[in-house]
């Protein structure tokens, strides 16, 4: 692991070199490089540049007739019908206070089930187990939704078995709200669990194994163990990934959002989030003005909160940074 | 089945194990917890071959009442369908899985290679598709309205051939597995860049290549949101996109044309099982990832690791 580190950091000191080569000789030089790379970056200026500067009809009011060029400039009109609706307020919290729960459960859960985990001595089931927790993260959202829709729809096991064999009512789970808060927290923790504890546990891996044998011969407990040693050394990595989260915290898992709740207009108060308040007013409702002002107001919010916490991390660790 | 996972902790001394009951609750428990993630699997399969009355008399059940096909066979009076939906599905893998990791290798390349001189703006210019995305309304409209490619199969490959993340997990790898010192030689020999970089940089590099290439599978598998924007066609439906329908609205497969005429000529005897008809179709889509995905484990762990925490 130490030497991996180093491999990317030794690069040559430009003090070494003993002149740049002109833009002639390494176009000479590296010709096949710029051959190889073409494909891709072609795709990049199609697939990622091109929409960036398309963001620019957020200020049109674009219509289909005179195109992207043609259709006349309205200045902030957009924004301001945007944010006239109540769905602007309501967007905008959803998707941050989901987040948010998101980012704690994915904090407190993996980092339970990595510590438990390690302290498993068969590692043949450790390793069972394991290939058991994964399962959910590959599953795709459509599955996903038929697996909640199995347990909470009308014949579901939830409403035919559960409930009346504590003798309550049935549920009407896609009509009713107040339930949505704690599903899809539920859904997502099942879903991501394996991706963290993972991440959690080779960081816990990396930790010297004299720590602990030191603290034994102490008589510190296991509790006392992992409260001194391994949440203490495995700080850097938490950090890390919670800010690469906090930094995505205007976007929300579409797949989620618009699977599992069945798209029921009746949750859409606690359902709703910018990806798919864009994705409906765009191509269902055919509002462009509206759903582009939404998804400009999220590009350049999240883009803030992306360079931030990216800048923080490369403070921490370089490596783990984008830039 | 080759389970590969992350190693626990080897136990170093004796005295610091938990062992006795302590040890056996927490083998219970994760057992427990393992069975809570195959169970709606289970669920899903056990409805798929229970009968229609069944369910409308006493709902999802774990182990079907009366074991029955009739969901799949109502689901294969139009078999083309879902030949039909496999086949679209596995032509958008094989294709999109080939070029997508052939295109990131390549571009990944050369900004790995400290002596390019561009390497950091053609790397910034990667990193910065990571940092600011357009939008769902402009990219919409680039494919549709300059590519023309709505309805097209292309459109359910082409948006997902290069991702950054992965493009910098090659550079990363490439710059710190490939020794500079091979790369020199082969030079020496005479070998062009691009000679070295097929002969000696791939071979060298084939975990990183398929772990990529299994979570490109997984992409372009697990996809639905590509035909949900671009297809109307039913000629170029997905299996995830056909279950999609199945489960949003499950007259969706009544009004099949080949089994709409079947019900027709059934003069009313042949009836849509709607609930387990839907759970088949579940199961159609659940099916081959399943299966394949214990023994791909390992790469799928190592992908994950690779990208995050590099310890």
Same mark, same amino acid.
């Given at each position: 692991m130490e030497s991996r580190t180093e491999a990317a950091t030794v690069?040559?000191?430009?003090?070494?070199?003993v002149k740049k080569p002109s833009l002639m000789q390494s176009l000479r030089k590296y010709w096949v490089f710029y051959l190889m790379m073409l494909p891709t970056f072609v795709f990049l200026i199609i697939n990622n540049y091109m929409p960036m500067f398309g963001l620019?009809?957020?200020f049109k009011n674009y219509n289909l007739m005179e195109g992207f060029w043609g259709s006349p400039w309205n200045g902030v009109k957009n924004f301001e019908y945007l944010f006239k609706t109540k769905d602007a307020w309501i967007i905008t919290r959803n998707t941050i206070l989901y987040n948010f729960t998101f980012i704690a459960l994915n904090l407190i859960v993996p980092i339970t089930f990595a510590l438990l985990m390690n302290e498993l001595r068969n590692r043949f089931f450790a390793k069972v187990h394991q290939t058991f927790m994964f399962l959910p993260y590959f599953l795709s959202p459509i599955v996903l939704s038929y697996a909640v829709f199995a347990f909470? @729809?009308?014949? @579901?096991f939830v409403n035919t078995t559960l409930l009346p064999a504590f003798g309550l009512e049935k549920i009407q789970f896609y009509f009713e709200t107040k339930w949505w808060p704690y599903i899809l927290p539920l859904v997502n923790t099942w879903k991501s669990l394996p991706y963290y504890a993972v991440i959690y546990m080779s960081a816990m891996l990396s930790i010297d194994e004299e720590y602990y044998e030191a603290a034994t011969i102490d008589g510190a407990s296991k509790w006392r163990q992992m409260r001194s040693i391994t949440l203490p050394l495995i700080v850097p990595v938490i950090v890390i990934m919670v800010l690469l989260q906090v930094g995505r915290?205007? +976007?929300?898992?579409f797949g989620l959002f618009y699977l599992v709740p069945r798209?029921? @207009?009746?949750l859409f108060d606690v359902t709703n989030v910018i990806d798919t308040y864009v994705y409906r007013t765009f191509?269902? +409702? @055919?509002?462009?003005g509206l759903s582009v002002a939404a998804s400009f107001y999220q590009a350049v919010v999240g883009f803030v909160l992306v360079f931030g916490s990216n800048l923080i991390v490369r403070k921490i660790n370089k490596e783990n940074a984008l830039f | 089945m080759s389970v590969e996972a992350i190693d626990t902790k080897?136990? $170093?001394? /004796?005295?610091n194990v938990v062992s006795g009951f302590p040890q056996l609750l927490l083998n219970l428990f994760f057992t427990i917890y393992s069975i809570a993630c195959i169970l709606p699997i289970i669920l899903i399969i056990a409805i798929s071959f229970s009968t229609e009355t069944d369910i409308l008399r006493? $709902?999802?059940?774990? &182990?079907? %009442?009366n074991f029955s096909l009739d969901a799949y066979k109502f689901l294969f009076i139009d078999w083309m369908a879902i030949v039909r939906a496999y086949g679209v599905q596995l032509f958008v893998i094989v294709v999109g899985v080939t070029l997508s990791v052939l295109m990131m290798a390549f571009y990944a390349y050369p900004i790995s290679r *400290? =002596?390019? /001189? !561009?390497r950091s703006h053609f790397s910034f210019f990667v990193i910065f598709t990571m940092l600011f995305s357009g939008g769902l309304i402009p990219w919409y409209i680039v494919y *549709?309205? *300059?590519? !023309?490619?709505?309805? !097209? &199969?292309w459109v359910l490959i082409m948006p997902?051939?290069?991702?950054g993340f992965w493009i910098l997990v090659m550079r990363t790898f490439f710059q710190n597995t490939v020794p500079s010192a091979v790369l020199e030689s082969a030079r020496i020999d005479g070998a062009g860049e691009f000679k070295t970089f097929l002969r000696i940089v791939l071979p060298l590099s084939t975990p990183v290549l398929a772990s990529v290439a299994l979570f490109q599978t997984l992409t372009y598998w697990n996809d639905f949101f590509l035909p949900l924007v671009f &297809?109307? =066609? %039913?000629?170029?439906?997905?299996i995830q996109y056909l279950m999609y329908k199945a489960l949003s609205n499950i007259q969706f497969i009544a009004q099949n044309p080949t089994i709409a005429s079947e019900i027709t000529r059934s003069g009313g005897v042949l009836?849509?099982?709607?609930e387990t008809v839907r759970m088949a179709m579940g199961v159609m889509g659940i099916g081959p990832i399943i299966f394949a995905y214990p023994f791909f484990q390992r790469y799928f762990i190592k992908g994950l690791t690779i990208g995050a925490v590099k310890g």
């Amino acid at each position: 692991m130490e030497s991996r580190t180093e491999a990317a950091t030794v690069t040559l000191p430009p003090k070494l070199k003993v002149k740049k080569p002109s833009l002639m000789q390494s176009l000479r030089k590296y010709w096949v490089f710029y051959l190889m790379m073409l494909p891709t970056f072609v795709f990049l200026i199609i697939n990622n540049y091109m929409p960036m500067f398309g963001l620019i009809v957020a200020f049109k009011n674009y219509n289909l007739m005179e195109g992207f060029w043609g259709s006349p400039w309205n200045g902030v009109k957009n924004f301001e019908y945007l944010f006239k609706t109540k769905d602007a307020w309501i967007i905008t919290r959803n998707t941050i206070l989901y987040n948010f729960t998101f980012i704690a459960l994915n904090l407190i859960v993996p980092i339970t089930f990595a510590l438990l985990m390690n302290e498993l001595r068969n590692r043949f089931f450790a390793k069972v187990h394991q290939t058991f927790m994964f399962l959910p993260y590959f599953l795709s959202p459509i599955v996903l939704s038929y697996a909640v829709f199995a347990f909470i @729809g009308d014949y @579901g096991f939830v409403n035919t078995t559960l409930l009346p064999a504590f003798g309550l009512e049935k549920i009407q789970f896609y009509f009713e709200t107040k339930w949505w808060p704690y599903i899809l927290p539920l859904v997502n923790t099942w879903k991501s669990l394996p991706y963290y504890a993972v991440i959690y546990m080779s960081a816990m891996l990396s930790i010297d194994e004299e720590y602990y044998e030191a603290a034994t011969i102490d008589g510190a407990s296991k509790w006392r163990q992992m409260r001194s040693i391994t949440l203490p050394l495995i700080v850097p990595v938490i950090v890390i990934m919670v800010l690469l989260q906090v930094g995505r915290v205007m +976007f929300a898992d579409f797949g989620l959002f618009y699977l599992v709740p069945r798209e029921s @207009g009746m949750l859409f108060d606690v359902t709703n989030v910018i990806d798919t308040y864009v994705y409906r007013t765009f191509l269902v +409702f @055919g509002d462009l003005g509206l759903s582009v002002a939404a998804s400009f107001y999220q590009a350049v919010v999240g883009f803030v909160l992306v360079f931030g916490s990216n800048l923080i991390v490369r403070k921490i660790n370089k490596e783990n940074a984008l830039f | 089945m080759s389970v590969e996972a992350i190693d626990t902790k080897a136990p $170093g001394n /004796r005295a610091n194990v938990v062992s006795g009951f302590p040890q056996l609750l927490l083998n219970l428990f994760f057992t427990i917890y393992s069975i809570a993630c195959i169970l709606p699997i289970i669920l899903i399969i056990a409805i798929s071959f229970s009968t229609e009355t069944d369910i409308l008399r006493n $709902g999802y059940k774990f &182990i079907p %009442q009366n074991f029955s096909l009739d969901a799949y066979k109502f689901l294969f009076i139009d078999w083309m369908a879902i030949v039909r939906a496999y086949g679209v599905q596995l032509f958008v893998i094989v294709v999109g899985v080939t070029l997508s990791v052939l295109m990131m290798a390549f571009y990944a390349y050369p900004i790995s290679r *400290v =002596d390019f /001189r !561009h390497r950091s703006h053609f790397s910034f210019f990667v990193i910065f598709t990571m940092l600011f995305s357009g939008g769902l309304i402009p990219w919409y409209i680039v494919y *549709v309205n *300059v590519l !023309h490619l709505k309805n !097209h &199969i292309w459109v359910l490959i082409m948006p997902a051939l290069a991702s950054g993340f992965w493009i910098l997990v090659m550079r990363t790898f490439f710059q710190n597995t490939v020794p500079s010192a091979v790369l020199e030689s082969a030079r020496i020999d005479g070998a062009g860049e691009f000679k070295t970089f097929l002969r000696i940089v791939l071979p060298l590099s084939t975990p990183v290549l398929a772990s990529v290439a299994l979570f490109q599978t997984l992409t372009y598998w697990n996809d639905f949101f590509l035909p949900l924007v671009f &297809i109307t =066609d %039913q000629k170029k439906y997905t299996i995830q996109y056909l279950m999609y329908k199945a489960l949003s609205n499950i007259q969706f497969i009544a009004q099949n044309p080949t089994i709409a005429s079947e019900i027709t000529r059934s003069g009313g005897v042949l009836k849509l099982p709607s609930e387990t008809v839907r759970m088949a179709m579940g199961v159609m889509g659940i099916g081959p990832i399943i299966f394949a995905y214990p023994f791909f484990q390992r790469y799928f762990i190592k992908g994950l690791t690779i990208g995050a925490v590099k310890g």
